[in-house]
């Protein structure tokens, strides 16, 4: 969630030397931003296949990848200042369109964050709507919302499909009770941290698209609670959520929940991760193998560990030669034309998207580069 200068320097600011921030996020804190370069861990260098255009007045968050049925792949990201959403080529990395006017109204957002694709719908989070916006594609309609009773300060979600093709879909958010003298957000109480995931049971067909919510979740012991959640993503084959909890007072990292909400007494990454924890997602088999892969959101270059499905052991960490200050993260393992092995995407400074080539992840870190013989 960090910001960058430029996405919060604007031309009128420049004289005063930018020195408040606004719409501070809650895991934005006063402080000099962590440096991968100073901070000893170890990690290879995987060059991206493409970084697309900066654009830092549009405030990039999360990307999310469809594959259309002609073959081309639209890589999705959320304009949190670009008043929606921006469209590239998954393969290039070239601006195709953008998407979205600043409203409440159905085709129209308000601080768009989390995104996630589910077969020919596209899910998009809106903290300042407090609400889910569901569009189909490819046509980009709007055909629902939800969550505008319950949700106060959402940011991530993950969308489960059940057997019976009804989806699960999981919102993080992040409310909290006010701010302190330096415009710090203050998370609430641990009594009150409750209701950290909203759950909602949606059945989303192509004319229409219905939502009700089943609950809520969240631990209340010091261990457990999330202060600051964003991302979330989880294992239906494991039986686990992995929920990001940003807050470096307490300890970066990511809470380990069993996917009925309940946490599982451990956390992934707690004192592993030196800037904070960011962007999750997963490279799975249907044997139950895979990796996690899970951002550590530093300064000048992103760094992104790998970690065993199964046993949560830590395989490697790898970095980029450009991406940094990573928010969202999106694994499009079915590939695409230009990635048949798949393709990692990662958010780069709140400015653009970069991409990853599974093949050179795999054959920098001694991955598997597909699920053969698994």
Request: hydrophobic letters at 40%; glycine letters at 10%.
């Given at each position: 969630?960090?910001?960058?200068?430029?996405?919060?320097?604007?031309?009128?600011?420049?004289?005063?030397?930018?020195?408040?921030t606004?719409?501070?996020?809650?895991?934005?804190v006063?402080?000099?931003?962590?440096?991968?370069?100073?901070?000893?861990?170890?990690?290879?260098?995987?060059?991206?296949?493409?970084?697309?255009?900066?654009?830092?007045?549009?405030?990039?968050?999360?990307?999310?990848?469809?594959?259309?049925?002609?073959?081309?792949?639209?890589?999705?990201?959320?304009?949190?200042?670009?008043k929606?959403?921006?469209?590239?080529?998954?393969?290039t990395?070239?601006?195709?369109?953008?998407?979205?006017?600043?409203?409440?109204?159905?085709?129209q957002?308000?601080?768009?964050?989390?995104?996630?694709?589910?077969?020919?719908?596209?899910?998009?989070?809106?903290?300042?709507?407090?609400?889910?916006?569901?569009?189909?594609?490819?046509?980009?309609?709007?055909?629902?919302?939800?969550?505008?009773?319950?949700?106060?300060?959402?940011?991530?979600?993950?969308?489960?499909?059940?057997?019976?093709?009804?989806?699960?879909?999981?919102?993080?958010?992040?409310?909290?009770?006010?701010?302190?003298?330096?415009?710090?957000?203050?998370?609430?109480?641990?009594?009150?941290?409750?209701?950290?995931?909203?759950?909602?049971?949606?059945?989303?067909?192509?004319?229409?698209?219905?939502?009700?919510?089943?609950?809520?979740?969240?631990?209340?012991?010091?261990?457990?609670?999330?202060?600051?959640?964003?991302?979330?993503?989880?294992?239906?084959?494991?039986?686990?959520?992995?929920?990001?909890?940003?807050?470096?007072?307490?300890?970066?990292?990511?809470?380990?929940?069993?996917?009925?909400?309940?946490?599982?007494?451990?956390?992934?990454?707690?004192?592993?991760?030196?800037?904070?924890?960011?962007?999750?997602?997963?490279?799975?088999?249907?044997d139950g193998?895979?990796?996690?892969?899970?951002?550590?959101?530093?300064?000048?270059?992103?760094?992104?560990?790998?970690?065993?499905?199964?046993?949560?052991?830590h395989?490697?960490?790898?970095?980029?030669?450009?991406?940094?200050?990573?928010?969202?993260?999106?694994?499009?393992?079915?590939?695409?034309q230009?990635?048949p092995?798949?393709?990692?995407?990662?958010?780069?400074?709140?400015?653009?998207?970069?991409?990853?080539?599974?093949s050179?992840?795999?054959?920098?870190?001694?991955?598997?580069?597909?699920?053969?013989?698994?």
């Open positions: 969630m960090r910001p960058t200068s430029l996405a919060l320097c604007l031309i009128p600011l420049l004289l005063a030397g930018c020195a408040s606004p719409d501070r996020e809650p895991d934005e006063e402080g000099a931003d962590p440096l991968l370069s100073a901070s000893g861990e170890a990690h290879v260098t995987v060059a991206e296949a493409f970084v697309s255009a900066l654009t830092p007045k549009d405030n990039i968050d999360s990307p999310a990848a469809w594959r259309a049925p002609d073959g081309k792949t639209w890589l999705f990201a959320t304009a949190k200042e670009g929606g959403l921006v469209v590239y080529d998954g393969d990395g070239a601006t195709l369109r953008t998407v979205g006017t600043e409203g409440s109204r159905p085709g957002f308000k601080r768009p964050n989390g995104v996630a694709v589910s077969g020919d719908h596209l899910f998009v989070v809106e903290r300042d709507n407090r609400r889910v916006q569901v569009l189909w594609l490819p046509s980009l309609a709007t055909v629902a919302t939800f969550g505008e009773a319950e949700l106060k300060q959402p940011y991530g979600l993950f969308i489960r499909e059940h057997a019976s093709g009804e989806l699960e879909v999981l919102v993080t958010d992040a409310y909290m009770i006010g701010e302190d003298a330096n415009g710090d957000d203050i998370p609430p109480p641990l009594a009150q941290l409750d209701r950290r995931v909203q759950r909602y049971l949606v059945r989303a067909d192509e004319g229409a698209v219905s939502a009700i919510s089943s609950g809520a979740f969240g631990d209340t012991t010091a261990q457990g609670a999330i202060r600051v959640p964003e991302s979330i993503w989880g294992d239906v084959a494991n039986d686990r959520l992995l929920i990001a909890e940003e807050d470096v007072a307490t300890g970066t990292g990511y809470r380990e929940y069993s996917m009925a909400g309940d946490f599982r007494g451990k956390s992934l990454g707690v004192g592993r991760f030196k800037a904070q924890a960011e962007g999750v997602t997963l490279w799975s088999c249907p193998s895979g990796y996690w892969l899970a951002t550590d959101q530093f300064k000048d270059l992103s760094l992104f560990h790998v970690f065993d499905r199964q046993t949560l052991e395989v490697g960490a790898f970095a980029g030669k450009a991406v940094a200050n990573t928010d969202g993260v999106w694994l499009q393992q079915s590939g695409t230009r990635f092995q798949g393709v990692f995407y990662a958010v780069h400074d709140d400015m653009a998207v970069g991409a990853f080539d599974w050179d992840i795999a054959a920098a870190l001694n991955l598997r580069k597909t699920c053969e013989g698994a």
